[in-house]
Structures are given as C-alpha cells and as structure tokens.
C-alpha cells in the first residue's frame, strides 16, 4: 500500500474528535500500556502518529483490518501500534489479525 493510500484510509477511519484505545503489540499479543494516561488517544494525535510512521525511513505500514481498529508499524517492525475506538474496546482486549493480515 502506497503512503498516500495508507494515509486515506486512516483519515477514512479516524474521527478526529473521538477518542482511541491504544493496544502495543509484545510478543505476547496485544496488551495496554501499563500506565493510565497512555491508554487514550484522541483521534488527531492517531492521524499524526499515521502521518509519521508514513514519512518516517523505512517507511512504516499503517492499514485497518476491521472498520474499527487501525494498526500502526514503524518500518523497522520495532513499535506495533492498534487504536481502537474507546467505547468498543473497554474491557477487553483486540484480536490477533489473521495470519493473512499480518504486516509484511
């Protein structure tokens, strides 16, 4: 995917005005960060945080494998990033993406 399309499909995604759920991927799967006040994004900061990934060298990945979780790669595969939206996320954790759906 193409930065520009990878970047459009994120604007698509994100509200601006809301808030998202931010799950690290470990090498355990998907957790929360341990502290409370890096739990919560508000949606610009996830549209900022795609933007650099997408400007960044090597260029990061950023691609949505369901209309309500956008996921997040630097390019180096060091920082996996997936933004829910809060309200569906609360109290549960996101799934692992299907094999197919994993980052390149």
Sequence with gaps: MNPNHAYATARQLIDPDANYAVHIRTDNGWTK?????H????GLDVLMAARRVLRAQPVGHVQSTSPDTLDIRTG??????????ASSSRGQ????PAPGDRFG
């Design 33 to 37: 960060p341990t502290d409370p006040n």
């Design 39 to 42: 739990r919560e994004l508000p």
């Design 76 to 85: 180096n595969g060091r920082l996996w990033l997936r933004f829910t939206t």
């Design 93 to 96: 954790a996101p799934g692992d």
